[in-house]
């Protein structure tokens, strides 16, 4: 049921993430069962990540991150979660003059 859930897609994850805390309604096999839906769904592949990536900030992506680990940390039914560094050099910040206060000048 779990695998069937994944596939048929998000709504039908949260669904079985609803599911799986509902005793009342569920037995206790179903309801471990789903729960599995709460902290581990099926991930796509790095091909998929990478093209993502590409599509989102362009063809030089992994020159904004450094330590790309290519291995998800945590998975839902929606994203991914990776644990990479942003390069320093890459990073900065725009202040409007809008945004200052008394205190900026």
Not at 34 to 47: E, I, M
Not at 93 to 100: A, G, H, L, P, Q
Request: proline residues 3%; aromatic residues 10%.
């Amino acid at each position: 049921i779990r695998y069937a859930l994944q596939k048929a897609g998000p709504a039908f994850v949260k669904l079985g993430q609803w599911a799986s805390t509902r005793r009342d309604l569920f037995s206790a096999d179903i309801c471990e069962t789903l729960s599995g839906l709460q902290r581990d769904c099926y991930t796509h592949s790095w091909n998929n990540t990478r093209k993502i990536m590409e599509e989102n900030f362009g063809p030089n992506w992994e020159e904004i991150f450094t330590d790309i680990n290519t291995t998800p940390i945590g998975s839902g039914c929606v994203a991914q979660v990776y644990k990479w560094h942003v390069a320093a050099d890459t990073v900065s910040t725009k202040i409007d003059e809008e945004d200052r206060t008394d205190t900026d000048a």
